[in-house]
């Protein structure tokens, strides 16, 4: 495995461990029923009806949705799990953070404009108060 991608799934045992990243079904489905999800991923063998379920519940949002290349059990092992097809970042900067370690080109660039926007307003409001 490459070491961009051992940094990529790094960074996801770290967000799952500090709680800003969630996994299965209904867990991400609720997040982003709440619009609450920054970055939601798809294993790359998750199937249909997960990936058609997650895209409808952000379809009209600004959330998004990305299928990545891990398959179940590759990212089950990262996150403490035996197999997990679904996950949802809910923070904006531990998204960006995983998109800029995903191999280049995986990531494309409005989705990298859009995180780094994100970021800079977050930042923008913590300053403020």
């Given at each position: 495995?490459?070491q961009?991608?051992?940094?990529a799934?790094?960074?996801?045992g770290?967000?799952?461990?500090?709680?800003?990243?969630?996994?299965?079904?209904?867990?991400?489905?609720?997040?982003l029923?709440?619009?609450?999800?920054?970055?939601?991923?798809?294993?790359?063998?998750?199937?249909?009806?997960?990936?058609?379920?997650m895209?409808?519940?952000a379809?009209?949002?600004?959330?998004?949705?990305?299928?990545?290349?891990?398959d179940?059990?590759?990212?089950?092992?990262?996150?403490?799990?035996?197999s997990?097809?679904?996950?949802?970042?809910?923070?904006?900067?531990?998204?960006?953070?995983?998109?800029?370690?995903?191999?280049?080109?995986?990531?494309?660039?409005?989705?990298?404009?859009?995180?780094?926007?994100?970021?800079?307003?977050v930042?923008?409001?913590?300053?403020?108060?």
């Amino acid at each position: 495995m490459e070491q961009t991608q051992d940094k990529a799934l790094g960074l996801l045992g770290l967000a799952r461990k500090a709680g800003k990243l969630l996994t299965g079904e209904e867990t991400v489905g609720s997040l982003l029923l709440a619009k609450r999800a920054r970055l939601t991923l798809l294993a790359s063998d998750a199937g249909s009806a997960v990936a058609r379920k997650m895209r409808g519940l952000a379809e009209g949002t600004r959330q998004r949705v990305l299928e990545i290349p891990y398959d179940k059990l590759t990212l089950g092992a990262a996150l403490g799990r035996q197999s997990v097809s679904v996950a949802a970042f809910a923070d904006v900067s531990m998204a960006l953070a995983f998109v800029k370690a995903l191999p280049q080109g995986l990531a494309e660039p409005a989705l990298l404009e859009d995180l780094d926007r994100r970021v800079a307003r977050v930042k923008a409001k913590r300053k403020k108060n």
